[in-house]
């Protein structure tokens, strides 16, 4: 899952994306409201974390425009005080939750966490596909009860994929999740991965998981 930092405090802002990394998140850093404006609608990401203090454009004016541009983003907004005025303005122009600086970095992956289970259909922590399970808050990934183990990356690939389980991903949109914004599309980096999460899921197991559907993606179904 990919998240887009817009935060003009550059300690804060490699803070934020530091601790995403760490669990499994890839996170791109816009220093002021413009760059996020840019980045939120060129780019695809699948949650937005947004100071409300950013030059150029504030955080409450950068989020009305995203929303009036169609796009649905889940967006955390980050207040510096407890102030209900920032709070009540963020929720009206159209932010999911809000998270009041200094926060626990737990406390922010947490209610990350709960916005990207908003758009799906089961509110559970663990995705299944057949006798595969992986758990988003431990990150591990079990197979007919023998743990698998996966590089971040890899798991970050077989978590997309798992959530849009018995659905084709392309490559692109798997780039697009999964790395960063100067990730070059053209490289063949994806497929060594894909082949690599593959020989940990699919080897020593009667039925494959993972399938290539030739000049589209992938997909992970189970059948
Ligand atoms: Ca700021």
Redesign the pocket.
């Known amino acids: 899952m990919r998240i887009l930092v817009v ?3 550059k300690k804060v802002a490699s803070f934020i994306k530091k601790g995403l990394e760490e669990e499994y998140f890839a996170a791109d850093i816009a220093n002021d409201g413009k760059e996020g404006l840019n980045m939120a609608t060129t780019e695809e990401y699948d949650a937005i974390i947004m ?1 409300i ?2 030059p150029y454009i504030d955080g409450i004016s950068l989020l009305k425009e995203i929303r009036k541009r169609q796009i649905a983003t889940p967006v955390l907004m980050l207040t510096v005080k407890d102030s209900l005025k920032d709070k009540v303005e963020g929720l009206d122009a159209g932010a999911d939750d809000y998270l009041t600086k200094p926060f626990a970095f737990e406390e922010l992956t947490a209610r990350i966490r709960a916005l990207l289970r908003r758009n799906e259909t089961t509110k559970s922590s663990k995705l299944k596909v057949g006798n595969l399970v992986l758990d988003l808050h431990t990150h591990k990934v079990i197979r007919d009860n023998q743990e698998i183990i996966l590089t971040p990356k890899e798991y970050a690939i077989l978590e997309y994929l798992m959530r849009n389980s018995n659905k084709v991903v392309s490559r692109t949109k798997l780039i697009e999740h999964v790395y960063e914004y100067h990730f070059d599309p053209e490289t063949n980096i994806i497929d060594v991965y894909i082949n690599k999460v593959r020989s940990k899921v699919d080897t020593n197991f009667a039925t494959p998981l993972i399938h290539t559907i030739r000049g589209i993606g992938y997909i992970i179904k189970d059948e």
């Open positions: 935060e003009d405090e100071d203090m950013l």
